[in-house]
Structure formats: C-alpha cells, structure tokens
C-alpha cells in the first residue's frame, strides 16, 4: 500500500467511529431503539424527548465515547509496546502494569474503603462515596491517579529485574513475573478486604458499564496528550527498529526517549485500566490491524492504532449491549471475536498471497 | 442290612440337622441386617446413605445447612464448619475447614465426623467418600427447598419436629407480608446483588421473598435468576425503590442517568449492612427474618401510592 | 586521486574494550587519514567490527578516540551523528517500514524534533536511493525484499545523513559481484566529495581496492600501511598463516587461497 492511503485510512477510520458513535447511542437495554428520532422533533412528544434526552445524553453517549476512549489508550499502548520491545506480541499489559493497576485500585478500595467507609455524608445524600464506579471528580482521579502510580511502579519493577531493555526475552519474562507477583499481592489485599471483593470483581472483568462524563472527559484527555507524546516520539521508535546500535549512532538520545515511551505506556494503560477495568486484546490487536491494512512509521502507526482501537472497542461494547438485551455480554469476549477474527481473515489471506512470493 | 438303614437313617438326620443350622445362622444374618442399616436418606444428588444412628459429630460446608441443623436445636452436634459459615454466634468458635467448594479434606477428616453436609456443586464428595466419610450433598435454592431440606436434614439428625420448625418460620414469613400495608402492594423493586450490576430477578430466592411480600419485580423472571443488566434498563423502568446490599451501594446514586430514578430522587433506597444481607440472600431457616428486614423496609420507604412508573 | 592529505580524520589511542567479562582490543592506537578510504582486514574473532564501533562511540571503552580532532564523547548527540554515519551488519531491520522511510531516517540527525523533514532532507534521500538503484521500488516495505535489496537500502540509509566519516560494517553483505562493483563506485564518488570511508570486509581483493589498508589480529593491529605496498601485502598473508597469496591482475591486486 503506498503512502497515498494514509489519510484515506484515517478518514474511513474517524468516518466509522462516527457511525458506530451514532450505532451506540441507538442501542440499548431494549436492543436496537432509534431515539434520534424523538431528539430531533421535540415538539412531536415532549415526554419521549425527555426521556430520550436523558437516556442518550447521560447514559449512552458517555458511555460509547468512553469505550471509543478506552480503545483509542489501549491501541495507542499497544502500538508502543510493540514498537519499544520491537516485539509483534507484546501488548500495553506485558510489563506488568495491568497488575500494577489492579493493585493500585485495590489498595485505594481497601483504604478507603469499597462501600462501608466513606468520604463525606452518606450516599444518600451524594456524597463523595468511594466507589469502583463513582462519578466524583476527585474519586476518579484519586483513582485514577492509583491505577497510573501502580501501573508506573510495576513497570519500573519489571526494567529493574531485566536491568535494562535491551535483551528482549529477558525483560518478558521480568514482565511476566512482576505480573504474577503483583496479581498475587491483589488477591492478597482482597482477602484481607473482603468488602472490596464485589466492587474489584466487577472491575477485574473489565466493562464500560458505568463510564459517565467525568470518566470519558478524563480519558479523552489523557489521549489527547499521549497521543501527542506519542507522534513526537515515533522517530525513536523508528530508529530503533533497525537496531540499536544503528539508533544510537544516528544520535537518539535513547535512555531518555525510551523512558518517556514507558512513561506513555504506563500513563495511557493505567487510564484506560482505571475507567474500564482489563480489557484484553484491544492493545494486542489494533497495531496489527492497522499493520495490514498499511506499512507506515511508528508516529502515523500511533495515530492509526489509537483510531483503530477506539473503533473496535466502541463496535465490542455496542455488541455487548445489544445481543442479550437487557442482559450484558462482557465487553473483552466480543472485543477478542470481533479482533481475533479478522486477525485470523487477515492471516489466511496473506498466507495465500505469498505462496509465490519473494524470500 | 439293620446297620445300613440305621447308618442311612442316621445320615438323614444329620443332613437336616445341618439344614437347620444354616437355615437358623441365615435368619441370624437377615435380622443383624436389618439392624444395621437403621434408615437411609436420599440426597439431592440421589446418592442414597444409610445410618445406623443418627450421627452425632456433623460437618457443614455450607452456610445454609449449618443455620438449618441449629435452626433444628442441633447446633451441639456441629464439630466443623466452613469458614462462610458465621450465624449463629456460637458457630463463629468452631474450627474452619476451608471452603465449600474448596474444603481442607485433611482436617475434616481429623475431626472424625459421622455425617458431612456440603452442597452439590462441591467436588469434594468423591474424595471424602473414599476416605470413609459419610457425606448428604444438599443445596436449597428456592422457598421451596428450604422446607424440603429443613425436613432432610431433621430426618438425618433424627429430629422429630423438623415439621414443626418450618411451619414456625413459614408462618413467619406470611406474618411479614401481612404487615406489609396494601398501599404498598403495587410498589415496583429493584434488588441489586453486586456492581456489575446483577439485580435479582422473580426466579430468585430474593424474588420469591419480594413475590410473597406482594410487590414487583422489576426483573421478570426470563432473564434468569441474576441477570448482569444494562444500568439503562433499570433507568427505563423506573423503580419506585431499590433495595441493595452495603457492599455494592457506594456510587449508586451518581451512576450517569440514575438521577432520574424515581427511587433516587425521592430517596426511597434501603441499605442493608452485610449480616442482614446474608439473611435475606440466604436460602435457609432465617427467610422468616429476611422477610420481615424486606418488609420493614417497604413500610418505611415504598411511596404509600405507587406511581404508574416507566416501560417495565 | 588527490594528493596525500596531511589531516587527521579519527584518532584512537590506547583503545581497551570488553565485551562481558572478555577483553576483545589490547591497547589499540591508529590515526585515520581525512578524504581517504581505509580498510580494516583480519581474521575472525580479530575485533575488527568491536574497533568500529568503538570508533563510531557506540561501545564503552578506555583510551580516547577523537573525531575531526575532536573528543568524540564530548560532542553532543546530533553534531557526532551528522558528522559520523554508521552502517552494521546483522541488526534488526523495521521490516514494517517502507524504503522511502528508511532512507528518509538517516536525515535525523538533521531535523529539528517538531519538525517535519525539510526539502534537502529529502532530496538527501532521494539522491542516496538513486545511487544505491533503490529508488524504484521506494514504496515496497523493507520485509517484502531480497537480503541484496534490503542492504542497498540500508546503505542507502547511511549515505543520506550525508556526513564526513562513513563507517561501514561488512557493507557487501547478499550483494552479488554487479552490486558490489556498484559500491564501489558509490565509495569513490564519496572520496571525492572528500569523505572519509573506513569500512571492515573479510572480501580481501574488495578491500584491496582502498588507499590505506589496517590488519588486526586478536585484538592488536599488525601492520598498517597503503594497499598497494608490497609489505603490507606480505603482513596480509602472514595474518592468515600464508593461506592466502595476493596476485596482481589486470591494475588490481587480487587474494587468491593457496
């Protein structure tokens, strides 16, 4: 594909966002419910445009733009996982962070309590309660600010045990060990608190189930500044995959530059991770499919991954709402069908194509 | 020819005597029999055990069957519970053996029980059976169950009463509904179980409670007994009150939308602490308390005249 | 060709490098000349490719190694890569880049961080893809190509940065005998300009083709001296055991194995 369908793809890929956006804030607990209608003449029904309103405006349309969010840091994560490790299976999860993340969320439950202790007055009265879920401001940042902090130390946890990145294999396997220790340590910290166990479990299944606009603005943000960070570092990213010491003789100052890249990594998984909980194959799976489709530099690979993500995640949540409703499907096995399948398309298509071709 | 049909008479009855030994040593062995297997119970699983007596040494993996054996006045007899197992009070000092689904198989034996009662979707049976072990898997799951396993378990202690033990608590549970106003009939529930958010549906114990009470659920019964629902849904419906356990209720309120919710906005949420929600999420002998938690609960905060509500 | 010229391009002195625990150059001291084409020949396992990168300042070492009369460590990151392009061998390749955007990554060192690449950036790489009869197929991802292909682009890489000192590591590497003659007239055209190219090639009658010819053996240097003195063609095949005797042929000098 040469350079030409960039921004071909770009476009198709905010195009589609668009028309999954539209999509999601159709579907509902009733299955497929077309409220643009109701919104649009308001005089024809003023009660139904009421209920529409409120229903499209605090529920779904947060709600899908989160999922698109949450896609969007877990693509772009992605995309620097692989890029950083030079490694087509790593995924934003692999040095540990989603452990990390989990922990730190744990901890804050258990500290501050997941429904019998609370900040301010009762629920009843809107307190600032601490919940795996809360619309609070300063809960979802404090939150936030735990996944982030936890998602951070696990990965500089797992640099230190590998001393460095430079052996690969070495510093999967420190990432696979962090992993298992610090999810040990979770589970540990819910013994000890069985009152988070119920709001953690729910958060552990990864959903986008209660994503209001202080969750969504939050991500949207965060993106917007990784993504950022991200496009500026790209050329790092493209240095080093012809080598480090190619990299290094080009003048890239790579100590500095790869520690930014981790810092993006463990900032825009540890978000996604605080909003939605783990959900899985997003990260692994929109570099890939923007990889077939287009061979580019790692900084229009970032955009790309991020768009790609988001619409993929926003086509799994829209799914997870509209097969078994009023039921939920949860959200990382449509993302892993909708992914894994037109992975596997993708695979066999290609697989036929270079029968012939060239070593 | 005298001493042959002497010696033959002779053999005749020395071969019926020997007839009438065995004949006398097989009745011996039928009664001895019969003895031994004193009574058999049915478990849910249709395995059936047999006792000699009622066992006097029980092990309970299951929270509801050990309220229903001191429910039965045989708390004495419990020597191991498991460690989920926390009403009454005094099984709170008994030694904990693990889970039910994942029990210490080592120190239930050790503490040579003569009847082990686990649920039936425990693993464990097997393993304890072939150590010797007696074990009567039984799980209650509806209102129904809980008066067929009450009576399941007086037969296996050799309670004579277990009959009238359940009709104390099912008069208990009708004596709950019958406080609850009828101004209050028409009230539409949300019970909500765990953030996910899973509500109980009709199908549910907690439903079945909810039914008898005579208010709505506004979970029907097709959607299975704890359906993970879209938060929309209950938006939609608009509950006229919710009831939650404490450990799910932070942040309800706040959810995106729910602020509309009728039961939001007038206030009308009841909060259990965690003890009381065991007794209303347990399927076992303290329905009858659950049930009068509910009811309390509906006269305090059900709106005295129901509102017409949303699309169910 | 030009006359001797009297600068210094690298200077190394007292050179000691490790690699683990194993110390692969013994107080290593050479002195490169500017505008000339160097050779660096041995034996294997000689640390002729550890001495170039320790030349580029891509291996920690003892002893000084100074660039255009410079101490190379203490330039700052971007002047020593403008003035200092390197090529390996065996490193990973991005197979998902395109060949345009390989090239266009030897002119880093010249762009501005928030910037995009400027017109000589890329008229830089279109010249160096021309040169290495890459340009065609500038579209083509690295991973659709031959190992040959694939090498002409990564030197194309190397000569876009356009700097005064090439280092070159088994630059010949999957080219066929056409391709390699083709670098050589790439490296004369560079001689001209006034480049100094220092390259390592185990091909000897390839590397016979330089001015200056340098000859390790495990980890110290046995002789130096122009490729067409007859003594250091004595030192060469004394350095591979008289395995192999130099033939003049046709104005050039050639290895042949005994």
């Known amino acids: 594909m040469t350079l030409r369908s960039l921004p071909l793809l770009i476009w198709s890929l905010l195009l589609g966002s668009l028309a999954l956006l539209v999509l999601g804030v159709c579907v509902g607990s009733t299955g497929f419910e077309n409220l643009i209608g109701p919104l649009l003449q308001p005089q024809a029904d003023p009660a139904a445009t009421v209920m529409a309103h409120q229903i499209v405006f605090d529920i779904r349309l947060p709600r899908t733009l989160g999922a698109w969010a949450a896609g969007a840091l877990l693509g772009l994560a992605g995309a620097v996982a692989q890029g950083l490790f030079r490694n087509p299976l790593a995924d934003p999860y692999l040095l540990g962070s989603a452990s990390g993340a989990s922990l730190g969320v744990a901890l804050v439950l258990a500290v501050l309590g997941g429904g019998a202790g609370m900040l301010g007055d009762s629920m009843m009265n809107g307190g600032a309660a601490v919940g795996v879920f809360s619309g609070s401001v300063l809960v979802r940042l404090g939150l936030t600010g735990a996944a982030f902090v936890g998602a951070v130390l696990a990965v500089l946890l797992t640099l230190a045990l590998s001393r460095g990145v430079q052996h690969t294999l070495r510093l999967l396997l420190a990432g696979v060990v962090v992993g298992v220790v610090l999810g040990a340590a979770t589970q540990m910290v819910l013994l000890f608190s069985p009152d988070s166990l119920q709001a953690m479990q729910a958060f552990m299944l990864g959903s986008t189930v209660f994503v209001g606009w202080t969750a969504c603005l939050l991500m949207v943000g965060v993106w917007a500044v990784c993504v950022l960070a991200g496009c500026l570092l790209g050329r790092v990213l493209d240095g080093l995959s012809l080598g480090e010491a190619t990299a290094h003789s080009l003048g890239l100052p790579l100590g500095s530059l790869r520690i930014a890249l981790v810092a993006v990594l463990a900032l825009a998984t540890g978000t996604a991770v605080a909003q939605t909980g783990l959900i899985a194959f997003v990260g692994l799976a929109a570099p890939h499919l923007v990889r077939s489709v287009i061979k580019t530099t790692h900084g229009h690979l970032m955009l790309l991954a991020s768009l790609m993500g988001g619409a993929l995640l926003m086509a799994a949540d829209t799914l997870a709402r509209w097969l078994i409703a009023p039921q939920e499907l949860p959200v990382g096995v449509l993302t892993a069908v909708l992914g894994g399948g037109y992975l596997l398309w993708l695979m066999r298509r290609n697989s036929r194509s270079f029968t012939g071709g060239q070593a | ?312 | 060709m030009t006359s001797a010229a009297p600068f210094i391009a690298i200077e190394a002195s007292n050179i000691r490098a490790s690699i683990g625990k194993t110390e692969i150059l013994h107080g290593i001291s050479l002195s490169l000349p500017q505008g000339r084409w160097t050779s660096i020949v041995g034996p294997n396992g000689a640390g002729k490719s550890t001495l170039l990168k320790v030349i580029a300042g891509l291996l920690p070492h003892s002893g000084t190694v100074k660039l255009l009369g410079q101490d190379l460590h203490s330039l700052p990151n971007r002047t020593r890569a403008r003035q200092l392009a390197w090529l390996g061998q065996n490193e990973s390749s991005g197979d998902d880049l395109t060949v345009w955007d390989v090239a266009l990554l030897g002119r880093l060192p010249h762009q501005a961080w928030l910037a995009g690449p400027s017109p000589q950036d890329l008229a830089a790489a279109e010249t160096a893809l021309k040169a290495t009869q890459a340009w065609d197929w500038r579209h083509r991802s690295l991973g659709q190509l031959s190992g040959g292909e694939r090498q002409r682009v990564l030197l194309a890489r190397a000569l876009a940065v356009q700097a005064q000192v090439l280092l070159m590591d088994e630059p010949l590497a999957n080219l066929d005998p056409p391709h390699q003659a083709d670098w050589l007239g790439v490296v004369r055209c560079l001689l001209e300009t006034g480049v100094t190219v220092v390259s390592v090639l185990h091909e000897i009658s390839m590397a016979l083709h330089a001015d200056e010819m340098v000859i390790m053996a495990s980890g110290r240097i046995t002789h130096q001296g122009a490729c067409a003195n007859p003594e250091t063609h004595r030192a060469l095949e004394a350095v591979f055991d008289h395995r192999l005797t130099i033939h003049p042929l046709a104005k050039q000098w050639v290895a042949l194995p005994n």
């Open chain 2, 1 to 312: 020819m005298m001493l042959a049909r002497r010696q033959s008479a002779l053999g005749e009855r020395r071969r019926q005597g020997r007839f009438r030994f065995w004949l006398r040593v097989l009745a011996l062995m039928l009664v001895s029999l019969r003895a031994a297997h004193a009574f058999e119970v049915v478990d849910d699983r249709g395995v059936s055990v047999s006792f000699v007596q009622p066992p006097q040494r029980v092990v309970s993996l299951l929270p509801s069957l050990t309220e229903t054996v001191c429910e039965l006045g045989q708390c004495e007899r419990l020597v191991g519970v498991d460690r989920y197992s926390d009403f009454p009070a005094a099984v709170q000092k008994l030694p904990k053996v693990g889970g039910g689904l994942d029990p210490n198989i080592e120190a239930i034996v050790a503490l040579r029980p003569d009847v082990v009662l686990m649920a039936v979707s425990s693993r464990a049976d097997e393993r304890l059976r072939a150590l010797g072990i007696k074990v009567v898997t039984l799980e209650p799951k509806t209102h129904a169950d809980v008066q067929r396993v009450l009576l399941k378990v007086g037969q296996v202690l050799g309670v004579s009463d277990a009959a009238r033990v359940w009709r104390v608590i099912d008069a208990g549970v009708s004596a709950a509904a019958q406080s609850v106003p009828a101004s209050v009939r028409a009230t539409r529930v949300y019970f909500e179980v765990n953030q996910g958010p899973y509500g109980a549906s009709e199908s549910s114990f907690i439903g079945e409670t909810l039914t008898r009470l005579g208010v709505k659920n506004i979970l029907s019964a097709k959607l299975g007994p704890f359906p993970k629902i879209n938060p929309e849904f209950v938006v939609r419906a608009n509950p006229d009150l919710i009831m939650v356990g404490e450990r799910s209720a932070s942040g309800l309120t706040q959810r995106p939308g729910w602020g509309s919710v009728r039961a939001v906005r007038e206030q009308r949420l009841c909060v259990f602490a965690s003890a009381q929600a065991d007794a209303l999420v347990r399927p076992g002998p303290r329905m009858a308390e659950g049930a009068r938690l509910m009811a309390q609960c509906l006269i305090n905060k059900a709106p005295r005249t129901a509102a017409t509500g949303g699309k169910p």
